[in-house]
Every structure is written in C-alpha cells, then in structure tokens.
C-alpha cells in the first residue's frame, strides 16, 4: 500500500471513530458529555498532527456542509449553536496532540514508563480537552447569553472530571500502541534496479 492511500485510509478510520463517538451523547447541560475528544486525541496520538487535523477536519467541514455526522446532526446552524466554540476548536486540538505526543513517543525509550505516560496524560488532558474551552465557554456564554462564571459552571466544571479519565485512557492505549504508529507512516520501499 502506498504512503499516500495508507495515509488517506487511516485518516478516513479515524474521522469515522470521531463521528461514533459523537453519537453517544449524554445531555446533562447544553454541553454534551461525549467521547468526541477520546476520538481527537487518538486521532492526534496516533496519525500526528497533520493527519490528525484532516481527519477531524473533514469531518467538521461537512457536517458544517450540512451532513448529519455529528449527534445525528449538520449544517451551519449546528456549528454555529451553543456548542460551537467547542466544535471549532477540535482540529486544532488533534493538531495539537499529535505535534506533542509523537515528540513525547519519539523519547519514550529514554524515559520511564511511568514518566511517559504521565506526560501523554498531560498533552491529552492539555491540548485533546482544555484548549477547547478557550472557545467553547466564551462562545457558549455569548450564545446563551449567560455571564462567563454561569457559563464555566454549565460548559466546563462538570466535564473535568470525565476529561481526565479520557486523557488517561488515550495515554495508556497511546503507549500500548506506540509500537504500531510506524505502521501508519511508514514509506514504502522502492524495488532495486536491476543491472
């Protein structure tokens, strides 16, 4: 398999698992609880930052293009609801993840196991969770038109906790599945010339 159709097949994987993750939803606010960033920051763990951000990517550009892929739902409005802040920032967040933890993985046999998974926790519960609600609550508050303390109280406190064990769960599968992200990024090898 060529480097480009591997790229494009694991990039298609992962927009998929992102889109089954986002249909199971729980509504205890206007902010679902979701295993959306599980998927981000796999995605980002395991494809890097450029391949991480299409998969995500692709999947925001058409359900902002009117495809129900995200809670069975699409369209501007959508992207543009109360959620939105956070639906935007999501490639981003990939993006950011993969940069950071291929560099973690790239060190990870002159460092403890311990240490390596502490650190893929921090990037994932950074850059996989945290970094969405710089958008997310502002948006979420200007939509709704709730003070930016309501807005924390509604859109982010009662969500950390479940982050957290997220960015656990994509730290360990990330270092069980280190010795596998060759696999998606390895080149193919060009036959010899005969003489």
Not at 79 to 100: K, R, S
């Amino acid at each position: 398999m060529s480097t480009s159709v591997r790229h494009l097949v694991f990039t298609a994987l992962f927009a998929a698992l992102f889109i089954v993750m986002s249909t199971l939803t729980i509504y205890v606010t206007a902010v679902p609880i979701t295993l959306q960033n599980l998927a981000i920051m796999l995605a980002g763990g395991f494809l890097g930052a450029r391949y991480g951000f299409y998969s995500i990517g692709i999947v925001m550009a058409l359900t902002a293009a009117g495809l129900p892929l995200l809670h069975g739902q699409g369209g501007l409005s959508f992207i543009l609801g109360p959620t939105g802040g956070f639906l935007w920032m999501f490639p981003v967040c990939a993006l950011l993840c993969g940069f950071f933890v291929s560099r973690i993985l790239d060190q990870a046999d002159n460092i403890s196991r311990a240490a390596t998974v502490g650190w893929l926790f921090a990037v994932c519960m950074l850059f996989g969770s945290l970094i969405s609600y710089v958008t997310g609550v502002p948006w979420l508050a200007h939509f709704a038109n709730l003070s930016l303390e309501r807005a924390l109280a509604v859109g982010m406190y009662p969500f950390l906790p479940g982050d957290a064990v997220k960015a656990l769960i994509a730290a360990l599968v990330l270092y069980a599945g280190r010795s596998h992200r060759p696999m998606l990024h390895r080149q193919v090898e060009q036959p010899a010339h005969q003489v």
